[in-house]
């Protein structure tokens, strides 16, 4: 296992600048997941890191060595693909044991990191089939085993769940988090589902244009979201977010929408008065209340079992509400909801940044 260090590391494609200056610090047997939008320079930094693409500018290290000039075979990486990357002609079994066959490594030896990695993953009676005689959760497992048994520093994942439905998705989830547990070898899990991110991670690494816009622990992120794109990233269905105007006195600090209702600003809350804001509050952290806080409209309401979802409207703006009981809102009904004050945020209308006390 070893910690990596990413570095002030720049990459542009000709002109185009498509990581700008990115610093990322993942300390040893640490699951760290890079989550962000199509485009934002997830997947290229995640093959910078493998060594399949050249470093502009910046320094990568692993283990505490730089590894700018090392070949991807000697970096002591193993790289999930979303594909997964299969040799059709070869067994479960060659697939599995192939690095280590071109290492030159003991058959017994191969035999043994073999037989201990398909026990892990459950492919031992898999081991004789091809790779067309196995489903898309089976060839996820044997890619995975085929990066076990090289037992390496690193493992790299490149949304290794994509091409995956959403039910053999949430099962390969808990069983990468299950095998990270299990290994507690440090891994680099790039996905655009924050789900994968919030469930898998120790760290979560949101990435916009190239530049982390925030890291920390998933709970520390989808709590305390330092801007309006990682308030609106992390978390589904997002947080709400309402347009209003900071009012504050000597007395008291509360934020006016457009309608003129009032609701108390948050109790951490910076900023000045008048200043044009954007109060945030999610889904779960709405209740209904008989008469003032925030008076909605019923747009739809989608009952999933467990909750009933409520999107309503307010000002112009569209809410959504989780509620753990089942209710028969009509279209155009008229609810009241009143947030809960401890779980509100405000960020900056025009730099959508968090305004908290520092």
């Known amino acids: ?75 002591d990486i193993a790289m999930v693909f979303q594909n997964y990357a299969l040799y059709p002609h070869m067994t479960v079994y060659d697939n599995m044991a192939f690095s280590l066959m071109l290492a030159k490594s003991d058959k017994a030896a191969i035999k043994e990191r073999v037989g201990k990695a398909s026990e892990i993953l459950g492919l031992t009676p898999l081991l004789e089939r091809y790779p067309r005689q196995l489903s898309g959760g089976q060839r996820q497992r044997v890619a995975m085993g085929r990066a076990i048994v090289r037992d390496p520093q690193v493992f790299l994942f490149d949304e290794p769940l994509s091409n995956l439905d959403a039910k053999l998705r949430v099962q390969m989830r808990a069983e990468i988090k299950e095998l990270h547990q299990r290994l507690r070898t440090t891994s680099v899990y790039v996905t655009h589902d924050q789900i994968e991110a919030m469930t898998m991670a120790d760290q979560i690494v949101v990435m916009r244009d190239g530049l982390v816009e925030q890291r920390g622990r998933p709970l520390e992120l989808y709590d305390h979201p330092a801007n309006l794109f990682v308030a609106g990233f992390i978390g589904s269905p997002a947080m709400n977010f309402i347009p209003a105007v900071l009012r504050r006195t000597a007395l008291e600090a509360v934020v006016e929408f457009g309608d003129g209702s009032r609701l108390p600003a948050p109790h951490h809350a910076a900023g000045t008065d008048g200043q044009k804001v954007i109060y945030g509050v999610r889904p779960e952290h709405l209740s209904l209340a ?40 009509r ?28």
Do not use: W
Request: net charge negative; glycine share 10%; charged share 20%.
């Open 331 to 358: 279209m155009d009904d008229t609810i009241h909801l009143l947030p809960d004050h401890a779980h509100t945020h405000l960020f900056d209308a025009a730099s959508g940044q968090a305004l908290v006390h520092s």
């Open 290 to 329: 008989s008469s003032g806080g925030i008076q909605t409209r019923v747009v739809v309401v989608e009952p999933t079992g467990a909750n009933t979802e409520v999107y309503s409207r307010f000002c112009d703006t569209d809410l959504i509400s989780i509620f753990r009981e089942r209710h028969d809102f």
């Open 1 to 75: 296992m070893a910690s990596v260090q990413i570095s002030g590391i720049q990459k542009y494609f000709g002109s185009t600048h498509v990581i700008k200056g990115v610093d990322i610090e993942i300390e040893d047997g640490q699951f760290a997941v890079l989550v962000g939008p199509s485009g934002c320079g997830k997947s290229t930094l995640l093959r910078m890191l493998a060594g399949l693409e050249e470093i502009t500018e910046g320094t990568i290290s692993i283990g505490g060595r730089v590894v700018n000039n090392v070949q991807p075979k000697e970096r």
